[in-house]
Nanobody, 115 residues
């Protein structure tokens, strides 16, 4: 059974940094896509960044140049380095894995950016 667990959220002042981690347990395919999503209160969940096993990464325009998605060497861990945080980055951040036509989600971690 595949499980995803996020960590690293918290409260930070505007301009600060946080690093989120997502650890995957269970069977993981050699070909997959891992993403970070976020959902702010009263808003729809939105895609923040994606990482493909061949190395491609994509970012939402709102975070380009500030956030960096990366994978651990064993490809079972994913990170989101968030710099120059803004109050509008406040949301619950979710780790997502897509492999073999299945979607897997973590429980989410809260990120709060104070002005």
């Amino acid at each position: 059974q595949v499980q995803l667990v996020e960590s690293g959220g918290g409260l930070v002042q505007a301009g600060g940094s946080l690093r989120l981690s997502c650890t995957v347990s269970g069977p993981i395919s050699s070909i997959n896509r891992m993403d970070w999503y976020r959902q702010a209160p009263g808003k729809q969940r939105e895609l923040v960044a994606s990482s493909f096993t061949e190395g491609t990464t994509n970012y939402a325009d709102s975070v380009k140049g500030r956030f960096t998605i990366s994978r651990g060497s064993g490809m079972t861990t994913m990170y989101l380095q968030m710099n120059s945080l803004k109050p509008e980055d406040t949301a619950v951040y979710y780790c997502h894995l897509f492999q073999r036509a299945h979607d897997y989600w973590g429980q989410g971690t809260q990120v709060t950016v104070s002005s």
